[in-house]
């Protein structure tokens, strides 16, 4: 019902920035949470951060002070702007969207783009 793009993703160095773009398309009403995890090889998909309804924004602690969630209502999508980029940062990052009718609640996934932190 839902269907999520990403974009922004690519290569850069050590202490450099992205800015992932996700915008979404199709069914969008109900969308309650909007976020970013991200997956390493070897590693599971873990949370970097969500942005709410009302604002309210969530950032995994490896990641508080250099990345930071908006989102643009109008546009239907949100950002995951990266700075001092890390090697342990890289991995696919993968947009998220919760929706719910006041039930379920159910989860839709972008594809993933991949960020590559290297010198």
């Known amino acids: 019902q839902v269907h999520l793009e990403e974009s922004g993703g690519g290569l850069v160095q050590p202490g450099g920035s992205l800015r992932l773009s996700c915008a979404a398309s199709?069914?969008?009403?109900?969308?309650?949470?909007r976020g970013w995890y991200r997956q390493a090889p070897g590693k599971p998909r873990e949370l970097v951060a969500t942005?709410?309804?009302?604002?309210?924004?969530n950032y995994a602690d490896s990641v508080k002070g250099r990345f930071t969630i908006s989102r643009d209502n109008a546009k239907n999508t949100i950002y995951l702007q990266m700075n001092n980029l890390k090697p342990e940062d890289m991995a696919v990052y993968y947009c998220?969207?919760?929706?719910?009718?006041?039930?379920?609640?159910?989860?839709?996934w972008g594809q993933g783009t991949q960020v590559t932190v290297s010198s």
């Open positions: 998220n969207a919760q929706k719910t009718w006041g039930g379920p609640v159910f989860d839709y």
């Open positions: 942005i709410t309804l009302g604002g309210a924004t």
């Open positions: 199709g069914s969008i009403l109900n969308i309650l949470v």
